[in-house]
C-alpha cells in the first residue's frame, strides 16, 4: 500500500507513518471474502483448533477426531476459529451542516475533518489488507464505493473523499436505509455525521437496520468548538446552513441557553446511540486529527 | 395638570426617548455567520423571550417613565384645573390687580415675590377673542392702567414688566372699589363674565380686613398668590424716634423698635448715625416680637438732627427695612406767648404768677426773650410766631375771631395752656373746644351764685398721673399744703369717673378736675389748670414751677412719631417761616445715605398764610428730607416704610375664600405648599422616579441570569 492516493490533499503519509504498525481491529466477528486477521462467523477446519465438541448425527465426518474415538469409544468433532478479513464501511454524512466551519478563518469545517479522519482510517484498514467502502449519505446515497483492498480502490476511496460536496438536507435515514439495501456483508460501518438532522429518530432507526443484520457501527459524532459555545461578539447574524432562515441575536444574551441545549442534544444522540447499539465516539474538530485517531485505534486494539 | 416651566417637560420627553435612541444610534452592526445550530439558537432566543426580553421591556419602561418623572418635577407640575377659573371662551371682562407693595420684595431665597407676580400677571393677559382687561397697579394709591377695559393687551403686559416693588402697603379696600369700578355693569344687556385676578402675597397685616363686597355679586375671584410656602424669615427696625429729654434738652432718649418676624430668637445690633455721632444698642430679640431697644444720647447744638439707624450684620428677606431714617427737633428752651388782660393792675396777678412759672429767670423787673404777653384785643395771625406754648389766663371774654385763632393754632399741632382764672373762661373753653375739634372730658360751668372755691386740695393721689405722677414719693408731701382757690365747676350731668379717664390728671376734693389735658386729632393739646393761680397757694408753696415744668414738657412733645411720615402717605406740613417758597429748597438723603443733595421730586413748597406748606402726594422713597433756607434747615421729615411690610405672615387660603370672600366664586392658589396641597405635586414625582429605580432594582434581581 505504499503507493496510494498520493494525489489526495487530505492524506498526509508522512504523518501516518507513526500510526503505520497499527491495525483497526474489531471485537465482532466478521464475513470476510478472503482470510484475514479477524475472527470469522464461519467455523471451519483449516484454523487454528480451539475446541472439542460431542459429534451429532449429520454433522461433516471429516470434522470427527478419528483418534479420540478410537481411544475412548465416544465420538467428538474437533472445532478450529476461520479468521477472515475485515469489511469496513466510511459513511459520511454530506449535509450541509457538516460544512460549518465557525467564524474563524483559521480551521477547517467538520467535513474537512472527517474527510481527514476517513482517509487516514482508510489507508489505516489498508494496511490491514482489510477492504475500505465509501457512502455519501444525503437524503439518499449520493455516492457509493463497495469495499475492496486493491491499492486502485483504496486511492479511488481517498479520491472519492477529497471530492465530496456538501447538500442542504435535513434528512439522513434515507441514505442510511439505501446503504443498507447495498451492503451484504457483516463488517464495520463507521459513520461520520454532526447528528443535525431533523430525522434523528429514523436516522437511529436505519442504525439499527444494520446492528440487527450483525455489522459493527461506530457513530463519530463530529462536534465544531463554535458549535458547543457560540462565537464571542456583541451582534451575529446567524444564517441557517440547511434553508432553515437568518436570526439576528447577540450570542452572550443566549449564550447559556444555547449551550444547556446543545449539551443535551448531544447527551440525547449519545444515549440514542448506545441504545441503538452502537458505539459512540465525540470527536471535536479542536483536536488534531491525528491524535484522535492514534487514541482511538488504542482503545480499539485493546 | 399644567407645569410652570412646561419646556422643561418638554426637554424630558425628549430625554425619555433618549435610551431608545441611544440604543438605536449604538446598536453593533451584526457579522454574518452561517451557523449549523441555528434551531438551538432559535430555540434559546424563544426561551429568552419569555424571561429577558421581558425584563428588558420593564427596565426600559421604568427608565423612560422615571426620566419623564423626573422633567415633570422639574417643570413645576400643579393641578389647575380645580384652582383656576379663567375660561378661554366667551366674552368676559378681566381685572388683573397687581400688588407691588414692600413686601413684595421678599424671597424665599431665589426669587422675589414681584418676579413670580410680574409671571402670574402676564399669563393672564393674554389675547383671546371675547376678552377685555385692565390692570390695576396697586401700592398706596393703586391705579388703572387704562380708564376702562381695554383689548391693549401688549400695553398691559409692558406695563406688567415695568412693575417694580414701591416701598409703601398697598391700599386693599381702595383696590377693590377701583376694581369694582371697573367691573361695574353698563346695563343691563351686559352680560359678560366677570373676571377680577388679585396677584400678592396675601400679607395678613393688609388682607386682614380686605372687603370684597363692594364688588359685583357675579364677579369670579381668582387669587394668585406668590408668597412662599413658609414665611420667611425677617427682621426690620419698625420704629425709631428721637425725643429731647428734660428742660434743658441736652440729651436725647433714642427708641429703636426691631421686629423679630421669625421663629428663632435673634442678637441685634443697631447702630444709630445721628449728626456726627454713632451709637449702638444690642438686644436680643424674642421671636414674633417687637423688641424695644432705648439709650440716652448727648445733643450736639439746636436745631433739626437727622440720622438714620440700621441693623448690623442682618441677612433677611426684606432688606430695605433694615435701615430707617430718623429726625429729632432741639427747639432749645421753649418760647411762650401769653394771652391776658392783666399787666397793668400793681399787686399779685395770676398772669404774673402764671408767668414766673413757665419763665422762672423772669423776675418782676426783668423781661426775657423767651415769654410775650399779648392782650386779647391785639391779637392777630402773627401773636403766636414762633411760640411753643400758648397760655390763656385772665384774657376776659374772647371773641369767635380770637377764639379761632386759638383753635387754629390747636388745630397745626400747638399746645395751649388754659388756666381758669374767672367764671367767663367757661364760656371760651366751650367754644375753643368745639371749634378746636378738642373733646374735653366734662363740660366746665361757673360756680354756682352764691358758693366759692377755695381752700380746696388734691385727692385721689394714690395712682397719679402726669404730671404728678414724675413726683414720685414725693408727691405727697408736695401736694399736701397745696389749697386751690377760684377756677371753674363742672355742668350737672356731665360728671365722669376721674380715675378712669386719662384726660383728668388731677382732682379737687369738690370733684371737679385740677388738670385736664385733652389732643385733637390734630396734634394739638388743649390743656387746663381749674384754679386761680393769684387766690391759690402753689406759688407760695414752690410746687409752682416743677409742676407746671412737667406740665409744659408732655404739652410740648409730639405725638406724630417725631416727624417720621410713611411712603405712599401724603405728607401735608406747615412750615412756620416769614420767607416765601420759592427760597426755600428741599435736600434729602434718601436711600441710606448720608451726604445730602437737593432734589425738586419730593413734592412742592407752597405759600399758605403765614407759612409755607409742604406738600408731596406720593413719597415714594425713604430718607430724610429737609426744608432748608439758605442751608439753614427750617423743617426736616423722615420718610420711612410702613412697619407693617415688614411682617411676612399670610392669610391661609381659607380666610381669604371663606371668609374675606365669602358670598363669591372664588379660586386660590398658592406658590406654597401650605395653602395649596397640590403645589407638592413635584415631590410625588420624585417619590415615583424613586420608585421606578427601585423597580428596576427589583427588576434585576428577579429576572437574574
Given at each position: 500500500?505504499?503507493?496510494?492516493?498520493?494525489?489526495?490533499?487530505?492524506?498526509?503519509?508522512?504523518?501516518?507513518?507513526?500510526?503505520?504498525?497499527?491495525?483497526?481491529?474489531?471485537?465482532?466477528?466478521?464475513?470476510?471474502?478472503?482470510?484475514?486477521?479477524?475472527?470469522?462467523?464461519?467455523?471451519?477446519?483449516?484454523?487454528?483448533?480451539?475446541?472439542?465438541?460431542?459429534?451429532?448425527?449429520?454433522?461433516?465426518?471429516?470434522?470427527?477426531?478419528?483418534?479420540?474415538?478410537?481411544?475412548?469409544?465416544?465420538?467428538?468433532?474437533?472445532?478450529?476459529?476461520?479468521?477472515?478479513?475485515?469489511?469496513?464501511?466510511?459513511?459520511?454524512?454530506?449535509?450541509?451542516?457538516?460544512?460549518?466551519?465557525?467564524?474563524?478563518?483559521?480551521?477547517?469545517?467538520?467535513?474537512?475533518?472527517?474527510?481527514?479522519?476517513?482517509?487516514?482510517?482508510?489507508?489505516?484498514?489498508?494496511?490491514?489488507?482489510?477492504?475500505?467502502?465509501?457512502?455519501?449519505?444525503?437524503?439518499?446515497?449520493?455516492?457509493?464505493?463497495?469495499?475492496?483492498?486493491?491499492?486502485?480502490?483504496?486511492?479511488?476511496?481517498?479520491?472519492?473523499?477529497?471530492?465530496?460536496?456538501?447538500?442542504?438536507?435535513?434528512?439522513?435515514?434515507?441514505?442510511?436505509?439505501?446503504?443498507?439495501?447495498?451492503?451484504?456483508?457483516?463488517?464495520?460501518?463507521?459513520?461520520?455525521?454532526?447528528?443535525?438532522?431533523?430525522?434523528?429518530?429514523?436516522?437511529?432507526?436505519?442504525?439499527?437496520?444494520?446492528?440487527?443484520?450483525?455489522?459493527?457501527?461506530?457513530?463519530?459524532?463530529?462536534?465544531?468548538?463554535?458549535?458547543?459555545?457560540?462565537?464571542?461578539?456583541?451582534?451575529?447574524?446567524?444564517?441557517?446552513?440547511?434553508?432553515?432562515?437568518?436570526?439576528?441575536?447577540?450570542?452572550?444574551?443566549?449564550?447559556?441557553?444555547?449551550?444547556?441545549?446543545?449539551?443535551?442534544?448531544?447527551?440525547?444522540?449519545?444515549?440514542?446511540?448506545?441504545?441503538?447499539?452502537?458505539?459512540?465516539?465525540?470527536?471535536?474538530?479542536?483536536?488534531?486529527?491525528?491524535?484522535?485517531?492514534?487514541?482511538?485505534?488504542?482503545?480499539?486494539?485493546? | 395638570?399644567?407645569?410652570?416651566?412646561?419646556?422643561?417637560?418638554?426637554?424630558?420627553?425628549?430625554?425619555?426617548?433618549?435610551?431608545?435612541?441611544?440604543?438605536?444610534?449604538?446598536?453593533?452592526?451584526?457579522?454574518?455567520?452561517?451557523?449549523?445550530?441555528?434551531?438551538?439558537?432559535?430555540?434559546?432566543?424563544?426561551?429568552?423571550?419569555?424571561?429577558?426580553?421581558?425584563?428588558?421591556?420593564?427596565?426600559?419602561?421604568?427608565?423612560?417613565?422615571?426620566?419623564?418623572?423626573?422633567?415633570?418635577?422639574?417643570?413645576?407640575?400643579?393641578?389647575?384645573?380645580?384652582?383656576?377659573?379663567?375660561?378661554?371662551?366667551?366674552?368676559?371682562?378681566?381685572?388683573?390687580?397687581?400688588?407691588?407693595?414692600?413686601?413684595?420684595?421678599?424671597?424665599?431665597?431665589?426669587?422675589?415675590?414681584?418676579?413670580?407676580?410680574?409671571?402670574?400677571?402676564?399669563?393672564?393677559?393674554?389675547?383671546?377673542?371675547?376678552?377685555?382687561?385692565?390692570?390695576?397697579?396697586?401700592?398706596?394709591?393703586?391705579?388703572?392702567?387704562?380708564?376702562?377695559?381695554?383689548?391693549?393687551?401688549?400695553?398691559?403686559?409692558?406695563?406688567?414688566?415695568?412693575?417694580?416693588?414701591?416701598?409703601?402697603?398697598?391700599?386693599?379696600?381702595?383696590?377693590?372699589?377701583?376694581?369694582?369700578?371697573?367691573?361695574?355693569?353698563?346695563?343691563?344687556?351686559?352680560?359678560?363674565?366677570?373676571?377680577?385676578?388679585?396677584?400678592?402675597?396675601?400679607?395678613?397685616?393688609?388682607?386682614?380686613?380686605?372687603?370684597?363686597?363692594?364688588?359685583?355679586?357675579?364677579?369670579?375671584?381668582?387669587?394668585?398668590?406668590?408668597?412662599?410656602?413658609?414665611?420667611?424669615?425677617?427682621?426690620?427696625?419698625?420704629s425709631?424716634t428721637?425725643q429731647?429729654?428734660?428742660?434743658?434738652?441736652?440729651?436725647?432718649?433714642?427708641?429703636?423698635?426691631?421686629?423679630?418676624?421669625?421663629?428663632?430668637?435673634?442678637?441685634?445690633?443697631?447702630?444709630?448715625?445721628?449728626?456726627?455721632?454713632?451709637?449702638?444698642?444690642?438686644?436680643?430679640?424674642?421671636?414674633?416680637?417687637?423688641?424695644?431697644?432705648?439709650?440716652?444720647?448727648?445733643?450736639?447744638?439746636?436745631?433739626?438732627?437727622?440720622?438714620?439707624?440700621?441693623?448690623?450684620?442682618?441677612?433677611?428677606?426684606?432688606?430695605?427695612?433694615?435701615?430707617?431714617?430718623?429726625v429729632a427737633q432741639?427747639?432749645?428752651?421753649?418760647?411762650?406767648?401769653?394771652?391776658?388782660?392783666?399787666?397793668?393792675?400793681?399787686?399779685?396777678?395770676?398772669?404774673?404768677?402764671?408767668?414766673?412759672?413757665?419763665?422762672?429767670?423772669?423776675?418782676?423787673?426783668?423781661?426775657?426773650?423767651?415769654?410775650?404777653?399779648?392782650?386779647?384785643?391785639?391779637?392777630?395771625?402773627?401773636?403766636?410766631?414762633?411760640?411753643?406754648?400758648?397760655?390763656?389766663?385772665?384774657?376776659?371774654?374772647?371773641?369767635?375771631?380770637?377764639?379761632?385763632?386759638?383753635?387754629?393754632?390747636?388745630?397745626r399741632g400747638k399746645?395751649?395752656?388754659?388756666?381758669?382764672?374767672?367764671?367767663?373762661?367757661?364760656?371760651?373753653?366751650?367754644?375753643?373746644?368745639?371749634?378746636?375739634?378738642?373733646?374735653?372730658?366734662?363740660?366746665?360751668?361757673?360756680?354756682?351764685?352764691?358758693?366759692?372755691?377755695?381752700?380746696?386740695?388734691?385727692?385721689?393721689?394714690?395712682?397719679?398721673?402726669?404730671?404728678?405722677?414724675?413726683?414720685?414719693?414725693?408727691?405727697?408731701?408736695?401736694?399736701?399744703?397745696?389749697?386751690?382757690?377760684?377756677?371753674?365747676?363742672?355742668?350737672?350731668?356731665?360728671?365722669?369717673?376721674?380715675?378712669?379717664?386719662?384726660?383728668?390728671?388731677?382732682?379737687?376734693?369738690?370733684?371737679?378736675?385740677?388738670?385736664?389735658?385733652?389732643r385733637s386729632s390734630s396734634g394739638g393739646t388743649?390743656?387746663?389748670?381749674?384754679?386761680?393761680?393769684?387766690?391759690?397757694?402753689?406759688?407760695?408753696?414752690?410746687?409752682?414751677?416743677?409742676?407746671?415744668?412737667?406740665?409744659?414738657?408732655?404739652?410740648l412733645e409730639s405725638d406724630d412719631n417725631s416727624g417720621t411720615f410713611l411712603?405712599?402717605e401724603?405728607i401735608v406740613a406747615r412750615?412756620?417761616?416769614?420767607?416765601?417758597?420759592?427760597?426755600?429748597?428741599?435736600?434729602?438723603?434718601?436711600?441710606?445715605?448720608?451726604?445730602?443733595?437737593?432734589?425738586?421730586?419730593?413734592?412742592?413748597?407752597?405759600?399758605?398764610?403765614?407759612?409755607?406748606?409742604?406738600?408731596?402726594?406720593?413719597?415714594?422713597?425713604?430718607?430724610?428730607?429737609?426744608?432748608?433756607?439758605?442751608?439753614?434747615?427750617?423743617f426736616a421729615a423722615a420718610?420711612a416704610?410702613?412697619?407693617?411690610?415688614?411682617?411676612?405672615?399670610?392669610?391661609?387660603?381659607?380666610?381669604?375664600?371663606?371668609?374675606?370672600?365669602?358670598?363669591?366664586?372664588?379660586?386660590?392658589?398658592?406658590?406654597?405648599?401650605?395653602?395649596?396641597?397640590?403645589?407638592?405635586?413635584?415631590?410625588?414625582?420624585?417619590?415615583?422616579?424613586?420608585?421606578?429605580?427601585?423597580?428596576?432594582?427589583?427588576?434585576?434581581?428577579?429576572?437574574?441570569?
Amino acid at each position: 500500500m505504499a503507493s496510494v492516493a498520493r494525489g489526495s490533499r487530505f492524506f498526509e503519509q508522512q504523518a501516518l507513518a507513526g500510526l503505520a504498525h497499527m491495525r483497526f481491529t474489531t471485537a465482532h466477528r466478521v464475513e470476510g471474502s478472503y482470510s484475514g486477521r479477524h475472527q470469522s462467523r464461519q467455523q471451519g477446519g483449516a484454523g487454528e483448533f480451539v475446541d472439542f465438541r460431542e459429534y451429532s448425527g449429520g454433522e461433516d465426518l471429516r470434522r470427527l477426531d478419528w483418534k479420540l474415538l478410537a481411544r475412548t469409544g465416544k465420538s467428538f468433532v474437533r472445532l478450529h476459529q476461520e479468521e477472515t478479513n475485515l469489511v469496513c464501511t466510511l459513511a459520511i454524512d454530506g449535509s450541509e451542516s457538516m460544512a460549518f466551519a465557525g467564524s474563524r478563518t483559521r480551521g477547517g469545517s467538520k467535513l474537512e475533518y472527517a474527510q481527514y479522519l476517513a482517509t487516514a482510517l482508510a489507508y489505516v484498514i489498508s494496511l490491514g489488507q482489510d477492504q475500505v467502502g465509501l457512502a455519501l449519505l444525503t437524503e439518499k446515497l449520493a455516492d457509493h464505493m463497495p469495499p475492496g483492498s486493491t491499492s486502485l480502490h483504496v486511492t479511488r476511496v481517498m479520491q472519492q473523499i477529497e471530492e465530496i460536496k456538501t447538500t442542504p438536507t435535513a434528512n439522513a435515514a434515507g441514505g442510511l436505509r439505501f446503504l443498507f439495501e447495498q451492503t451484504t456483508r457483516r463488517g464495520v460501518l463507521l459513520y461520520f455525521t454532526d447528528f443535525l438532522m431533523e430525522d434523528l429518530d429514523e436516522t437511529f432507526a436505519a442504525l439499527r437496520l444494520f446492528r440487527h443484520r450483525g455489522l459493527e457501527v461506530l457513530a463519530l459524532h463530529l462536534v465544531h468548538p463554535e458549535e458547543e459555545s457560540l462565537p464571542r461578539g456583541t451582534a451575529f447574524r446567524f444564517i441557517g446552513m440547511e434553508n432553515d432562515g437568518v436570526l439576528n441575536c447577540s450570542p452572550d444574551e443566549i449564550r447559556t441557553q444555547y449551550a444547556e441545549k446543545f449539551s443535551a442534544h448531544t447527551a440525547m444522540v449519545r444515549q440514542m446511540a448506545l441504545a441503538a447499539g452502537c458505539d459512540y465516539r465525540r470527536l471535536s474538530t479542536s483536536v488534531p486529527y491525528l491524535q484522535a485517531l492514534g487514541s482511538f485505534l488504542v482503545e480499539r486494539s485493546g | 395638570m399644567t407645569f410652570s416651566a412646561p419646556w422643561i417637560f418638554g426637554l424630558g420627553i425628549a430625554a425619555a426617548t433618549a435610551p431608545v435612541l441611544i440604543h438605536w444610534l449604538t446598536r453593533p452592526r451584526p457579522v454574518k455567520m452561517p451557523l449549523s445550530t441555528l434551531r438551538f439558537v432559535r430555540e434559546a432566543i424563544q426561551q429568552r423571550s419569555a424571561v429577558d426580553r421581558l425584563r428588558d421591556w420593564i427596565i426600559l419602561a421604568l427608565r423612560c417613565l422615571a426620566i419623564l418623572l423626573l422633567a415633570a418635577a422639574f417643570a413645576g407640575p400643579q393641578w389647575t384645573s380645580p384652582t383656576n377659573l379663567t375660561q378661554d371662551e366667551g366674552d368676559a371682562i378681566r381685572i388683573v390687580v397687581l400688588d407691588v407693595s414692600q413686601s413684595m420684595a421678599a424671597s424665599d431665597g431665589t426669587t422675589p415675590g414681584i418676579q413670580r407676580a410680574r409671571s402670574f400677571a402676564s399669563r393672564y393677559l393674554q389675547y383671546r377673542p371675547g376678552l377685555k382687561t385692565n390692570l390695576i397697579v396697586a401700592g398706596a394709591r393703586p391705579a388703572a392702567v387704562f380708564d376702562n377695559v381695554s383689548t391693549n393687551f401688549e400695553s398691559l403686559r409692558e406695563e406688567v414688566a415695568r412693575a417694580e416693588v414701591l416701598p409703601e402697603r398697598m391700599d386693599v379696600d381702595a383696590a377693590l372699589e377701583l376694581a369694582a369700578r371697573q367691573l361695574a355693569s353698563t346695563g343691563e344687556n351686559d352680560t359678560r363674565r366677570r373676571e377680577l385676578i388679585v396677584i400678592s402675597d396675601f400679607q395678613r397685616s393688609g388682607w386682614g380686613a380686605a372687603k370684597f363686597d363692594v364688588l359685583p355679586a357675579n364677579t369670579e375671584i381668582q387669587l394668585e398668590s406668590t408668597a412662599p410656602e413658609t414665611a420667611p424669615d425677617n427682621m426690620a427696625i419698625v420704629s425709631a424716634t428721637c425725643q429731647p429729654v428734660g428742660a434743658q434738652q441736652d440729651r436725647m432718649q433714642l427708641e429703636v423698635r426691631v421686629g423679630n418676624f421669625s421663629g428663632n430668637s435673634r442678637n441685634v445690633t443697631v447702630e444709630a448715625n445721628i449728626g456726627e455721632s454713632v451709637h449702638r444698642l444690642e438686644a436680643s430679640c424674642a421671636p414674633r416680637q417687637v423688641t424695644l431697644l432705648t439709650q440716652e444720647i448727648p445733643t450736639s447744638g439746636q436745631g433739626w438732627q437727622s440720622g438714620q439707624v440700621r441693623l448690623l450684620e442682618t441677612s433677611d428677606a426684606v432688606a430695605a427695612d433694615n435701615w430707617r431714617p430718623i429726625v429729632a427737633q432741639l427747639r432749645g428752651r421753649p418760647q411762650y406767648v401769653m394771652v391776658s388782660s392783666q399787666g397793668n393792675r400793681p399787686g399779685i396777678e395770676s398772669s404774673r404768677i402764671l408767668a414766673c412759672a413757665l419763665v422762672p429767670e423772669l423776675t418782676t423787673d426783668s423781661a426775657s426773650d423767651r415769654f410775650r404777653m399779648v392782650r386779647p384785643e391785639l391779637l392777630d395771625n402773627q401773636s403766636f410766631a414762633g411760640a411753643d406754648l400758648i397760655a390763656v389766663n385772665a384774657a376776659g371774654r374772647l371773641s369767635p375771631e380770637h377764639l379761632g385763632m386759638l383753635a387754629q393754632q390747636i388745630r397745626r399741632g400747638k399746645s395751649v395752656l388754659y388756666v381758669t382764672s374767672e367764671s367767663i373762661d367757661a364760656a371760651n373753653l366751650d367754644q375753643l373746644a368745639e371749634m378746636a375739634a378738642v373733646e374735653l372730658p366734662i363740660r366746665f360751668a361757673p360756680p354756682r351764685v352764691g358758693t366759692s372755691r377755695s381752700d380746696l386740695h388734691l385727692v385721689s393721689l394714690e395712682n397719679p398721673k402726669p404730671p404728678l405722677a414724675s413726683f414720685g414719693d414725693s408727691l405727697t408731701a408736695l401736694a399736701e399744703p397745696l389749697r386751690f382757690s377760684g377756677g371753674l365747676s363742672i355742668e350737672a350731668g356731665t360728671a365722669t369717673a376721674a380715675t378712669s379717664d386719662d384726660r383728668i390728671r388731677a382732682t379737687l376734693n369738690d370733684g371737679t378736675p385740677a388738670i385736664v389735658v385733652a389732643r385733637s386729632s390734630s396734634g394739638g393739646t388743649l390743656a387746663v389748670l381749674n384754679a386761680d393761680l393769684a387766690a391759690s397757694n402753689m406759688w407760695k408753696t414752690g410746687a409752682l414751677v416743677p409742676l407746671m415744668d412737667e406740665l409744659v414738657q408732655e404739652l410740648l412733645e409730639s405725638d406724630d412719631n417725631s416727624g417720621t411720615f410713611l411712603c405712599g402717605e401724603p405728607i401735608v406740613a406747615r412750615i412756620e417761616t416769614s420767607a416765601a417758597a420759592d427760597s426755600l429748597a428741599i435736600a434729602t438723603s434718601d436711600s441710606g445715605e448720608n451726604s445730602a443733595h437737593w432734589t425738586d421730586t419730593a413734592g412742592k413748597l407752597v405759600d399758605e398764610g403765614g407759612a409755607v406748606v409742604w406738600q408731596w402726594s406720593s413719597p415714594d422713597r425713604p430718607g430724610v428730607y429737609r426744608i432748608e433756607e439758605d442751608r439753614n434747615t427750617l423743617f426736616a421729615a423722615a420718610v420711612a416704610l410702613p412697619p407693617e411690610e415688614s411682617d411676612l405672615e399670610t392669610l391661609s387660603a381659607e380666610v381669604v375664600k371663606d371668609r374675606l370672600a365669602a358670598g363669591y366664586t372664588v379660586r386660590f392658589q398658592a406658590t406654597g405648599g401650605i395653602a395649596n396641597p397640590d403645589q407638592n405635586l413635584w415631590q410625588w414625582f420624585v417619590v415615583g422616579v424613586v420608585l421606578c429605580m427601585f423597580g428596576e432594582l427589583a427588576a434585576l434581581m428577579a429576572y437574574r441570569t
